[in-house]
C-alpha cells in the first residue's frame, strides 16, 4: 500500500515537472523524471521535516547537487505542502522564488544554492558535520547526478567523508544518492568520461555503498534503512535510473537533457503518464475535469 500512495504522488509530480517546464520553455526534463521517485521516497517516506517550519534545527536535509533537476523537487515540496502547487508554472520566470536552480534565499526549505555542478557532496558533508558536532540526530541526504560526477570536486569530497569527524562524530549520517541515468547533457555518460567501475570507486573511498533499481519504491526503502543502520561511515546508494521516465519519446535520448516540450508533445507526455491509451483518451479527458482543464492549459500556450 505505501508503494501505491508513492506511485500516485510520483505519477502526479511527474505531470507537475511537464507542466512546469512547457510554460518555462526551457528546463531539464530527463534528469527531473529520472530522480523524482527517489525525491518523493525521501519527503513522503523517510524525512524528519516539517513544512511549516523549514528551518527547524533538527530536520533532515536533502541537498541536490545536480540543481538542474529542481523541477522535480519543486514538485515533491509543492506536493508536501511547501507552498502552494498553484505557484509551480511560475518556473523559471523574473521574480520568481522557483528558479532554474536551487536558490535558497529564495524558497524556503532549499537547503543549499546548487547547479555549478560538483559542489553539493561539498556542501552536505559540511552540513552533516557540523550536525554530528552539535549532538543532532538529523541526516543529510545528498542526490548527485553521474554526469556531474565527473567533476573532480565530488571525488576530493567523497575522498575526505569516510574520515571526517573520526572517531567521536564520524558521517553515519550522510546519505548520497547517485542518480545513475546514463546521460548527460547531449550524450550518454560512457561516451564522455566513463564512470565504471562505479560502485567499487566509492567503496574504494571507504564508504558502505547500496546498488538499486531507483524507481522501485521497496529498493529505495531498503536502501535509505541500510543507510541509516550503517554506523562508523557515511553511505552511498547507486540508483539505476532511467532518464526522461514516464515518458516513451523522452526516455533514455540525450536530446531531452535539457528541452522543454511544446505543448503537443507536454499533452503526449501527461497522456503517458497517467497510462492512458491513445484510444481512450477523449474519454479520459470527458470524465476527469482537472485533467482537461491542464490540458486546456497546456494548449493554449502554443497560441
Same mark, same amino acid.
Given at each position: 500500500? #505505501?508503494?501505491?500512495?508513492?506511485?500516485?504522488?510520483?505519477?502526479?509530480?511527474?505531470?507537475?515537472?511537464?507542466?512546469?517546464?512547457?510554460?518555462?520553455?526551457?528546463?531539464?526534463?530527463?534528469?527531473?523524471?529520472?530522480?523524482?521517485?527517489?525525491?518523493?521516497?525521501? %519527503?513522503?517516506?523517510?524525512?524528519?521535516?516539517?513544512?511549516?517550519?523549514?528551518?527547524?534545527?533538527?530536520?533532515?536535509?536533502?541537498?541536490?547537487?545536480?540543481?538542474?533537476?529542481?523541477?522535480?523537487?519543486?514538485?515533491?515540496?509543492?506536493?508536501?505542502?511547501?507552498?502552494?502547487? #498553484?505557484?509551480?508554472?511560475?518556473?523559471?520566470?523574473?521574480?520568481?522564488?522557483?528558479?532554474?536552480?536551487?536558490?535558497?534565499?529564495?524558497?524556503?526549505?532549499?537547503?543549499?544554492?546548487?547547479?555549478?555542478?560538483?559542489?553539493?557532496?561539498?556542501?552536505?558533508?559540511?552540513?552533516?558535520?557540523?550536525?554530528?558536532?552539535?549532538?543532532?540526530?538529523?541526516?543529510?541526504?545528498?542526490?548527485?547526478?553521474?554526469?556531474?560526477?565527473?567533476?573532480?570536486?565530488?571525488?576530493?569530497?567523497?575522498?575526505?567523508?569516510?574520515?571526517?569527524?573520526?572517531?567521536?562524530?564520524?558521517?553515519?549520517?550522510?546519505?548520497?544518492?547517485?542518480?545513475?541515468?546514463?546521460?548527460?547533457?547531449?550524450?550518454?555518460?560512457?561516451?564522455?568520461?566513463?564512470?565504471?567501475?562505479?560502485?567499487?570507486?566509492?567503496?574504494? %573511498?571507504?564508504?558502505?555503498?547500496?546498488?538499486?533499481?531507483?524507481?522501485? %519504491?521497496?529498493?529505495?526503502?531498503?536502501?535509505?534503512?541500510?543507510?541509516?543502520?550503517?554506523?562508523?561511515?557515511?553511505?552511498?546508494?547507486?540508483?539505476?535510473?532511467?532518464?526522461?521516465?514516464?515518458?516513451?519519446?523522452?526516455?533514455?535520448?540525450?536530446?531531452?537533457?535539457?528541452?522543454?516540450?511544446?505543448?503537443?508533445?507536454?499533452?503526449?507526455?501527461?497522456?503517458?503518464?497517467?497510462?492512458?491509451?491513445?484510444?481512450?483518451?477523449?474519454?479520459?479527458?470527458?470524465?476527469?475535469?482537472?485533467?482537461?482543464?491542464?490540458?486546456?492549459?497546456?494548449?493554449?500556450?502554443?497560441?
Amino acid at each position: 500500500m #505505501a508503494d501505491a500512495r508513492l506511485a500516485t504522488i510520483a505519477r502526479e509530480c511527474r505531470v507537475q515537472i511537464i507542466r512546469m517546464l512547457t510554460h518555462a520553455g526551457s528546463g531539464h526534463p530527463g534528469g527531473s523524471l529520472s530522480v523524482i521517485d527517489v525525491l518523493v521516497s525521501l %519527503f513522503f517516506a523517510r524525512l524528519r521535516h516539517d513544512p511549516a517550519r523549514p528551518a527547524w534545527a533538527d530536520r533532515d536535509r536533502v541537498v541536490l547537487s545536480k540543481g538542474h533537476g529542481v523541477p522535480a523537487l519543486y514538485a515533491v515540496m509543492a506536493k508536501a505542502r511547501y507552498f502552494d502547487e #498553484a505557484r509551480l508554472p511560475s518556473l523559471r520566470k523574473l521574480g520568481s522564488p522557483l528558479q532554474g536552480h536551487p536558490d535558497r534565499t529564495a524558497l524556503p526549505g532549499i537547503e543549499a544554492a546548487t547547479g555549478s555542478l560538483g559542489q553539493g557532496l561539498s556542501i552536505a558533508i559540511g552540513e552533516a558535520l557540523g550536525l554530528r558536532l552539535a549532538g543532532s540526530s538529523a541526516r543529510v541526504y545528498c542526490v548527485v547526478g553521474d554526469g556531474e560526477s565527473q567533476e573532480g570536486q565530488v571525488w576530493e569530497a567523497a575522498m575526505s567523508a569516510p574520515k571526517l569527524g573520526q572517531p567521536a562524530h564520524p558521517l553515519d549520517n550522510l546519505c548520497v544518492i547517485v542518480d545513475y541515468n546514463k546521460i548527460q547533457l547531449d550524450d550518454f555518460v560512457a561516451r564522455v568520461l566513463d564512470l565504471e567501475p562505479l560502485v567499487e570507486k566509492w567503496k574504494a %573511498f571507504g564508504w558502505a555503498v547500496v546498488e538499486i533499481d531507483g524507481h522501485d %519504491f521497496d529498493q529505495i526503502a531498503k536502501a535509505l534503512d541500510q543507510a541509516e543502520a550503517i554506523r562508523g561511515r557515511p553511505t552511498v546508494v547507486v540508483a539505476h535510473t532511467v532518464k526522461g521516465k514516464g515518458v516513451s519519446f523522452m526516455e533514455n535520448d540525450p536530446a531531452w537533457h535539457g528541452k522543454a516540450p511544446k505543448p503537443a508533445e507536454a499533452v503526449q507526455a501527461i497522456r503517458e503518464i497517467l497510462g492512458v491509451a491513445p484510444s481512450a483518451w477523449d474519454a479520459h479527458l470527458a470524465a476527469d475535469a482537472p485533467t482537461r482543464a491542464l490540458v486546456a492549459e497546456l494548449v493554449g500556450l502554443g497560441g
